[in-house]
């Protein structure tokens, strides 16, 4: 199973770490992994960077995007996708502060949450701790002026 700690971060934290995603990687790792006074130092330094989710606007763009769906549901504010012909599935959960995925089978499943999450917000940071994979949801576009 995979299971993906999704984070909205602000406008400027992204464009200034866009080609150095591997600093904002290990930054959320130690928070996961620090003992508790690092933890709480780390803690603070994600949550400057990061914004609030705008979960109405998610809800919204979830239902509106895969009501058409007969494999997507949702029950207690949790979002599924189970596509049972490729055995896909997977789990959206808001907490407030970031979006947890958790997935099992191809890849199908997670990958739709995250095109509706990307047309929601560009700056949405995913991290997979334990395959240590992260990266944004819509990359950040780099503007170089001359």
Known sequence: MRHYYIYLLKPEVAASYFGKEWLIFQLFFEGETANNELKEV????????????????????????????????????????????LESKAVLKDHGHLITISASG????????????????????????????????NPVKQVNYI
């Open 42 to 85: 780390v803690q603070k330094q994600v949550k400057y960077i990061s914004s609030t989710l705008p979960s109405l606007q998610i809800r919204k763009n979830l239902e509106k995007s895969l009501k058409i769906r007969n494999d997507f549901y949702v029950l207690n504010e949790h979002y599924y996708l189970d596509i049972k012909p």
């Open 106 to 137: 191809s890849y199908q499943a997670e990958t739709v949450f995250f095109e509706v999450l990307r047309k929601v917000n560009s700056c949405f940071f995913a991290v997979d701790f334990e395959n240590k994979n992260y990266g944004w949801l």
